[in-house]
C-alpha cells in the first residue's frame, strides 16, 4: 500500500488546525523530494551542475500553469515560509565524486 500523498496529510493537518503536523509533513516532504531531485542532478557529470539547476527552473515555471488556483496559492505560500532546505553536502561531494571515478573508468 502506498502511503499518503502529502498534500493530503498537509490538508488533514491543517483541517484539524495541527500547525506542528503541518510543518512535520513539509519539512518530511522538502527532505525527501530535494534527495531525489538530487539523485536526478548527480546523474550528470558536475560541470553540468549550472544546467542541471536551470532546467529544473524552467520545468518549475513550465509547471505552474497546470495548477489551478488553489495550488499555485499553496506553491507561492511554501516557497515565500521557506528559508532554508538542507543538503547534506559531504554526501553530495562523495557522490559527484563517484561519478567523476565512474566517468573515469
Request: aromatic content about 4%.
Amino acid at each position: 500500500m502506498s502511503k499518503m500523498p502529502y498534500s493530503i496529510r498537509l490538508m488533514l493537518a491543517q483541517m484539524s488546525g495541527n500547525s506542528e503536523v503541518a510543518g512535520k509533513v513539509v519539512d518530511e516532504c522538502f527532505a525527501e523530494m530535494t534527495k531525489k531531485f538530487l539523485a536526478v542532478a548527480h546523474e550528470y557529470d558536475s560541470v553540468d551542475l549550472p544546467l542541471a539547476i536551470a532546467t529544473m527552473q524552467i520545468a518549475a515555471q513550465a509547471m505552474m500553469p497546470i495548477l489551478n488556483d488553489s495550488g499555485r496559492e499553496l506553491v507561492k505560500n511554501l516557497v515565500s515560509h521557506t528559508q532554508t532546505v538542507t543538503i547534506d553536502l559531504s554526501e553530495m561531494r562523495r557522490q559527484t565524486s563517484e561519478n567523476n571515478e565512474e566517468d573515469m573508468r
